[in-house]
């Protein structure tokens, strides 16, 4: 059975993005992004809601080799570029991004499938709706956010499920930026 991961960034009040999906209070760190890369178990693919998977769109695939990005980006880029990308929308009818794949059909019961199939660990960035499903659904192993030191008052909700999920913390490291790396599995 496949693992399936979630990495994300998140406030000290709960929210993953801002009202109109902005990202402005990242506080961003090397550092950071290396242990939260690190924590993650393997995995071999993504899976993304529309919403994420066409923001990552508009971003990864312009990071290469001959851009003007930092070397720890474009080695990131490569990785997010060359990796399926499972992409769950009943909007979209076609992708543009290379190793994407859409994915029609009930969410929790093709989840299952693929969580079922072979293969190393699936990871969830962003996809704020997957997220909620999933876990109620009970299906998402681990979760790995970095905590960002802001208050925001108001954004989208990393956690709006109506099913309790129970969490172990696994490990936790603080940075001097005022992040704090946190790592939990289903209980």
Do not use: C
């Not at 496949?2 to 998140?10: A, C, D, G, Q, T």
């Not at 570029?81 to 190793?99: D, H, Q």
């Not at 954004?155 to 696994?170: H, N």
Request: aromatic letters at 8%.
């Amino acid at each position: 059975m496949r693992n399936i991961s979630v990495l994300n960034r998140i406030t000290l009040d709960g929210f993953f993005d801002g009202p109109n999906g902005e990202n402005d209070w990242f506080i961003p760190g090397d550092e950071e992004n290396k242990v939260a890369h690190e924590t993650v178990p393997d995995t071999d693919s993504l899976l993304l809601g529309r919403v994420t998977y066409q923001h990552l769109e508009r971003f990864w695939p312009t990071v290469s080799d001959d851009s003007n990005f930092p070397e720890p980006v474009k080695v990131q880029a490569k990785e997010i570029n060359e990796m399926p990308k499972l992409v769950f929308s009943r909007t979209l009818k076609t992708l543009a991004w290379e190793n994407s794949k859409l994915v029609i059909g009930d969410l929790i019961s093709e989840v299952e499938k693929i969580k079922a199939g072979s293969g190393s660990g699936l990871l969830i960035l962003g996809s704020g709706t997957l997220v909620q499903q999933l876990t109620e659904s009970g299906l998402i192993d681990d979760y790995v956010f970095i905590l960002t030191p802001t208050v925001l008052g108001k954004g989208k909700p990393q956690f709006l499920q109506d099913k309790k999920a129970d969490l172990e913390l696994v490990k936790s490291q603080a940075f001097p930026s005022g992040n704090v790396i946190l790592h939990y599995k289903k209980k």
